[in-house]
């Protein structure tokens, strides 16, 4: 997945440094909308993993208000 995305940035930044010549402002566009898939995978993931995070809490016996803490005093959450 990671590959997938790194390749999908360079091959963006290809096709923007292209269009750049002729309209600056479509490059710009491509740039917006690519930085905007990327974070929404990003956070698609991070809901997976923080799913699976409280499930451990859960059989751990652990509070989620704990790890709620944790998360915050990171800056995550």
Same mark, same amino acid.
């Given at each position: 997945m990671i590959v997938q995305i790194v390749l999908a940035g360079l091959v963006t930044a290809m096709l923007s440094i292209l269009v750049r010549q002729y309209r600056p402002e479509h490059a710009m566009g491509i740039?917006? /909308?690519? =930085?905007?898939? /990327? +974070?929404?995978?990003?956070? !698609?993931? +991070?809901?997976a993993i923080f799913q699976d995070l409280y499930q451990l809490l859960q059989t751990a016996g652990i509070r989620?208000?704990? +790890?709620?803490?944790?998360?915050?005093? !990171? =800056?995550i959450g």
């Open positions: 740039s917006i /909308v690519f =930085g905007i898939a /990327v +974070f929404a995978l990003a956070a !698609v993931k +991070f809901t989620q208000d704990y +790890f709620s803490m944790l998360i915050k005093a !990171v =800056g």
